[in-house]
């Protein structure tokens, strides 16, 4: 019997290493070896078959040769299938006695988790296996895994009834398991573990019965999304069962109850990364053989049993990422735990306080409670943890000081504090007091991570004796004193913040004296004062340096020069001055950030700038003159501003950074024109080239730029009219035109620029009417200045629908007329002067614009604010009898919505999971892996962003409605957008958004202070095909959020999405005109819709065409695809606004005013 298994155990503890970390390794490895199929040794010999001495049977010789006809084999690894002896072959083993063939392994020796490179992909065996394998009588190893085999599982490996060891893992093979596979009695252990795109899978599991001897299955990653509630039941009637591993299979039920539990020998369960949706079943806690349970990232939710921690066996339990599992901690880490090594509780909702029973898991190596809302102390019986390596309590709200003394530590053979602990993070939380002394006694610590607390005093000298360290945080702590000298000699050391304390003292070479490894220096906000000589070499090789208004000068740090891996650059603020060296230009091709703003550097800067791709440079607020320095490839960020550059745009500016996304060329002394190439920058989000002596007029090109945000092209001497083309940019939000010599009349082409909300046009020459279109086109302006200009007139009534005006300057002009009374309905003017908070546009990455407009109105000035100031600035006009006006207006009617325009919000969801693979492979989207897609951790982040825009700039307070499809993703974005603030227990509110909603790792969403949210059906993206656009059940969503109306869906099943049918693209344009009448019939004025880009696309092509001719153009913009969280804001207008013209419009119906559109239009 022990010939059967040579030359396998070398593969086997590679798997292992795959799907275990260190942790774990231990016990899994443990109990493979209880499976007799795994007792194996001497691998080398099957490789070169040196070891059988037997000669092999004739007729398995005979089939074996039929098997390797059908092989493909590129790398000749099956070139020793030759000569009469197959018991010599590679990858075969024959019984010692008869000669019978008893193992066939063909696995690939570099299977992808070894070989990440992709470098040994040739190994890979491929064509097809014969039915002649089942003529091996003898046959009880096979293993044919990590290879390219295509089609389904042949159906005569069930003829080999001797099996007892099947490997198909990641074979190639896809489509449905054979049923008959359950024929294979003997069998002990199976893996048909499946990847994208070739998985596999099962409906049900009626077939695993049969496998009486089964002590090994596995199945990750394979579709088991159909198998329904009865999969459970099947396993447990598999006697000899060990193991169970099925992580991310799509299983989605869990039963809660089982009528009787027949788990006697199962000691391994793996079934992370699910979707189970419901509370963790309490039979689990009856199974006493468990060894290992891992059911992370299952989207689980209710109470953890507290009967976990009487598993006497149980030495790993995993339920991290799960978000709605709650329990109390002193509950819960109460019990005996008695042969705990792993606990994992990240990302979920624990809470109250660490017991200090936990000290009496005297063999826990891994406690991990990352994101609950741990309260309290951290106990001092944690130094009875002799054996603990890994803690990680952040993000909670731990309070008090970090335990002055541990108990226990002489228990330790160390006689040491927690001898074993490699990894200690208490970031995050709100921790207090000074750091303890025997923080400096860990010796095996590598991490330490005490970042965003309120940590006081100085840093203890002790930290200077841990000699594995190799990250250390104390970032945003309240630390005072020096930095002590003794952390210079942590030769193990690769990152050291200590950035935003309160830290002063001198910064010698002392410090870094035996710092060889360190990659990441950031000392930034504090008070260091960097004291080095001329000719020091650092020991070192940075990568990363931030010293941000430390003392850095006077002169550019000549140690720099060395720094040959530098690609961050950061110190602003840093007392240097005199010019940059030339060496420094030199070796800074490698820099992706450098930000050296608010010093003194001066003189001429190399023309062109030596600088990487995609860089973002920021070399403001010095005093750098000579002409403008460009890069010598396209950046995306280039601020110049508050210099003292002179001459030209240069010509070709757009041409050299293509890519470039704010540009800031502010206060500085240059000249001439702006240049056409300006508008080939289509990426732009901020031109600001203000306080310069630009001449001539705006480039029409600069309306190429459709991402622009910001545009402030004041304090210059541009004339002429406005060019029509900036009515193209459609995402304008602030347009500062003021102190130039512009004339004409107002720009009619600004209508067009519905996101604006700083129109500055003062101190010009424009003449003419104000024109009344203003009240209607800018629905979401804030600050509107046309002082000191030539406008007659009366003021037009429709400026008091400017429900979001906060300033309004008109002085100096010859209006002459009184203010209309409908004035006192602009309630967003507040009566005080005071100027706070700025708001900041067009952001990117640590660059923004910071709004600021004067007004000559006590000598104030103002900028967009999270508060309210001075309104409107008083009428000095020359028209005789103008009328005596108050400084500030009485504020009392409330403005309603005229009902003939509705601004509606357009977002497309964050990314989702299938945007990943499906940008690079359309194809990849017919994966079920992708049903119902969630976020990416990266869509989170979209969506945080576009949360900020919309509270910072006041779109979210506008929004009346918010209309989601019902999708996950659209779900999520929506919420994450345009929710309230993270949620807590109530019984007045329910939370829009449960904790971990879709495995998101997100805390819950409040519906307080948001507004009404509804699902419809109307907007999803394309019907059928693609399983990332099928629902779920809107049972399911109503448990995922609560507070989301989903009333208007007929059904629960997704009865729309159809397997084998895809809704064409006209189909799809006429659900969306359906779905535009339908918002006609909403009673709300502003509404957002988080939908999809297909959807939208479509839609508004559609949608379009009712514009007017003149306005084509522009829309064709307004309509290109979406990206990924990408919002825009539209005023769809009546069409009795315009008259109704039926050659502008492909849609046949009326377009609906007011409500004459029953309710329920949108299920026609």
């Known amino acids: 019997m022990d010939s059967i298994y040579i030359g ?17 390794m231990k016990t899994i490895s443990e109990l493979f070896i209880v499976l007799p199929v795994i007792c194996l040794t001497a691998g080398e010999f099957v490789l070169s078959g040196k070891a059988q001495m037997v000669d092999c049977n004739g007729s398995d010789r005979e089939a074996l040769l039929d098997v390797k006809k059908g092989l493909e084999d590129s790398e000749d690894r099956i070139s ?105 009695s003997r069998l002990q252990y199976l893996d048909l573990s499946s990847s994208f795109p070739d998985y596999l899978s099962v409906s049900n599991f009626e077939w695993v019965t049969g496998l009486v001897s089964l002590k090994y299955l596995e199945m990750t990653e394979s579709n088991l999304s159909m198998v329904g509630l009865g999969w459970i039941e099947a396993f447990s009637k598999l006697p000899r069962l060990t193991e169970l591993h099925l992580p991310s299979c799509g ?20 079934l992370h990364g699910n979707e189970f949706n419901s509370m963790l079943p309490s039979w689990l806690v009856n199974i006493s053989s468990l060894v290992s349970i891992d059911i992370s990232s299952s989207s689980l939710y209710g109470r953890i049993p507290l009967g976990f921690g009487e598993l006497i066996n149980l030495q790993s339990l995993k339920l991290d990422n799960n978000y709605n599992l709650t329990a109390s901690c002193s509950q819960l880490l109460s019990g005996s735990w008695g042969s705990i090594e792993v606990l994992d509780f990240a990302l979920n909702n624990l809470h109250g306080r660490l017991p200090a029973s936990l000290g009496n898991m005297t063999f826990l190596t891994y406690l991990n409670l990352f994101h609950n809302n741990v309260k309290g102390r951290i106990p001092s019986s944690i130094g009875k943890l002799c054996n603990l390596q890994y803690i990680n309590l952040s993000v909670n709200n731990l309070t008090g000081s970090l335990p002055e003394f541990l108990e226990g530590i002489e228990s330790c053979p160390s006689k040491g504090p927690l ?40 840093i203890p000298a002790s930290l200077g004796n841990l ?28 990152t050291l913040d200590v950035s935003i304390n309160e830290l002063t003292g001198i910064i010698s070479e002392v410090h870094f004296s035996r710092l060889s490894k360190l990659q990441f220096l950031l000392l930034s906000a504090n008070s260091f004062i960097l004291n080095v000589s001329s000719d020091w070499i650092p020991p070192f090789q940075l990568q990363y340096l931030e010293i941000g208004s430390c003392h850095l000068g006077p002169l550019f740090p000549e140690w720099l020069r060395s720094q040959k891996e530098l690609k961050y650059l950061h110190f602003p603020n840093a007392s240097v001055s005199g010019s940059i060296p030339e060496w420094f230009w030199e070796m800074s091709g490698n820099l992706s950030v450098l930000n050296i703003s608010f010093n003194q550097f001066e003189g001429q800067l190399p023309n062109p700038l030596n600088i990487a791709p995609s860089a973002l440079v920021d070399l403001s607020s010095n005093h750098f003159c000579g002409p403008i320095p460009l890069p010598s490839d396209g950046i995306n960020l280039l601020d110049l501003s508050n210099n003292q550059f002179s001459g030209p745009i240069p010509d070709n500016i757009g041409k050299i950074m293509p890519m470039l996304v704010f540009l800031s060329l502010s206060n500085n002394q240059i000249t001439s024109e702006v240049p056409d190439s300006i508008g080939e920058m289509k990426s732009l989000q901020v031109i600001d080239l203000s306080r310069n002596n630009l001449m001539g007029v705006i480039p029409p090109s600069i309306g190429n730029s459709s991402f622009l945000s910001v545009l402030d092209l004041q304090n210059n001497n541009f004339s002429g009219e406005i060019p029509a083309s900036l009515g193209q940019l459609s995402l304008l939000r602030t347009l500062h035109l003021s102190n130039n010599r512009f004339s004409g009349e107002f720009p009619s082409s600004l209508q067009n620029l519905s996101c604006l909300e700083t129109l500055d046009l003062g101190n010009n020459r424009f003449t003419g009417n104000i024109p009344p279109w203003i009240g209607q086109a800018f629905p979401h302006l804030r600050i509107l200045s046309l002082r000191s200009n030539n406008f007659f007139g009366e003021i037009p009534l429709l400026l008091s629908n400017l429900s979001s005006l906060q300033v309004l300057d008109l002085a100096e002009n010859k209006l002459n007329c009184t203010i209309p009374a409908s004035f006192g309905d602009l309630k967003a003017m507040a009566r005080q002067q005071t100027v706070n908070i700025y708001l900041f546009y067009g952001s990117y990455m640590t660059q923004y614009y910071q709004e600021n407009l004067a007004v000559n109105m006590f000598s104030c000035r103002y900028g967009l604010s999270r508060s309210k100031f001075v309104s409107i600035a008083p009428l000095q006009n020359s028209s005789p009898g103008r009328p005596r006006l108050p400084s500030f207006l009485a504020f009392a ?29 359309y194809k990849a989207c017919l994966s079920p892996e992708y049903f119902d897609a969630q976020l990416t951790q990266l869509g989170w982040q979209q969506v945080d962003n576009l949360r900020r825009h919309v509270r910072t700039c006041g779109l979210s307070k506008r929004i009346d409605l918010v209309i989601a499809s019902p999708l996950l993703r659209t779900l999520q974005t929506a919420v994450g ?16 958004m449960v904790a971990n909603a879709g495995n998101s790792g997100r805390a819950a969403i409040s519906s307080l202070n948001s507004p009404p949210f509804i699902a419809v059906e109307l907007c999803r993206e394309h019907f059928g095909v693609h399983p990332c656009d099928k629902r779920r059940n809107v049972s399911d969503y109503q448990f995922l959020f609560p507070a989301i109306d989903f009333s208007l869906i007929e059904t629960d099943e997704d009865v729309l999405w159809k397997a084998n049918v895809r809704e064409t693209t006209e189909e799809l344009t006429a659900r969306g005109l359906k779905f535009m009448n339908w918002l006609w019939t909403r009673k709300e004025k502003e509404i957002a819709i988080v939908t999809h880009s297909g959807f939208l696309f479509h839609t508004l092509n559609a949608f379009g065409n009712d514009c007017n001719p003149l306005l084509k153009k522009k829309y064709a913009i307004v309509v290109q695809s979406f990206t990924n969280c990408e919002l825009r804001s539209m005023v769809i207008v009546d069409r009795s606004m315009t008259g109704s013209d039926p050659a502008t419009t492909n849609y046949t119906g009326k377009i609906p005013r007011g409500l004459d559109l029953p309710s329920d239009a949108w299920r026609r």
């Open 251 to 270: 299983l989605s039920t869990f039963t809660s109850t089982l009528a009787f539990v027949n788990f006697t020998s199962l000691a391994v369960l793996d």
């Open 893 to 921: 009617r409330k403005t309603r919505h005229s009902g003939l325009i509705k601004p509606c919000i357009q977002v497309r969801h964050a990314q989702g999971m299938h945007n990943v693979e499906g940008d690079k492979n």
């Open 8 to 24: 396998v155990t070398w593969f086997v503890v590679i798997t292992i290493v795959q799907k275990s970390y260190a942790l774990v």
């Open 467 to 494: 000699q594995h360290l190799s990250q250390l945080w104390l970032e945003a702590n309240k630390l005072n004193g020096t930095l002590p000298e003794s952390l210079g000699q942590l030769s193990n050391l690769s």
């Open 419 to 458: 001898p074993s602990l490699q990894d200690f993070d208490c970031s995050e939380n709100k921790l207090t007091g000074n750091l303890p002394d025997w923080l400096g006694q860990l010796t095996s610590l590598v991490e330490l991570n005490l970042q965003w607390n309120s940590l006081q005093g100085p």
């Open 977 to 992: 957008v345009f929710g309230g603030d993270s949620y807590t227990d109530r019984t007045d509110a329910l939370p829009l």
């Open 80 to 184: 020793s299938w030759k000569g009469s002896n197959c018991c010599q072959w590679w990858g075969i083993v024959c019984d010692k006695s008869s000669g019978a063939v008893v193992t066939v392994d063909l696995h690939n020796p570099y299977p992808p988790g070894y070989d990440a490179s992709g470098r040994y992909g040739r190994w890979n065996l491929s064509g097809e296996i014969r039915p002649s394998l089942t003529k091996l009588k003898s046959l009880r190893y096979l293993d044919l895994s990590f290879n390219t085999f295509n089609g389904t599982i042949p159906d005569f490996l069930s003829s080999l009834e001797n099996l007892q060891y099947l490997n198909l893992s990641n074979a190639g093979f896809s489509g449905a398991v054979p049923p008959n596979l359950g024929n294979l």
